[in-house]
């Protein structure tokens, strides 16, 4: 069993940036892919960002290209999302997940995935 823990969401105003981590405090999670989803009221969970094993070739949705980053430092056991320029719709709880055998072809389907966070929030005001 993985334990993700997401931080840094927040309160921002449009056009601010917000940084996003997640840890797996104990446990070394350089072997598995990870992944940033949302999910806003109403709406299903949607792919913003993943980085497979390697760290290389990182994937996002066409929404968030050129805003987001996703970073990871297995050092740390850590995965960041960078988001700048933010927008009002992007406001949504924001998860965390690892997946051991996910291929590139399949980084951005929630399915593909083995563990979440419980989330953290981001508000983006107009």
């Known amino acids: 069993q993985v334990q993700l823990v997401e931080s840094g969401g927040g309160l921002v105003q449009a056009g601010g940036s917000l940084r996003l981590s997640c840890t797996a405090p104990g446990r070394a999670f350089g072997g598995y892919a990870m992944g940033w989803f949302r999910q806003a009221p109403g709406k299903e969970r949607e792919f913003a960002a993943a980085?497979?094993?390697?760290?290389?070739?990182?994937v996002a949705v066409d929404s968030v290209k050129g805003r987001f980053t996703i970073s990871r430092d297995n050092a740390r056991n850590t995965v960041y999302l960078q988001m700048n320029s933010l927008k009002p719709k992007d406001t949504a709880v924001y998860y965390c997940?690892?997946?051991?055998?996910?291929?590139?072809?399949?980084?951005?389907?929630?399915?593909?995935?083995?563990?979440w966070g419980r989330g953290t929030q981001v508000t983006v005001s107009s």
């Open positions: 980085v497979p094993r390697t760290g290389s070739n990182t």
């Open positions: 997940a690892a997946g051991k055998r996910v291929i590139f072809s399949r980084l951005g389907r929630w399915d593909a995935y083995d563990y």
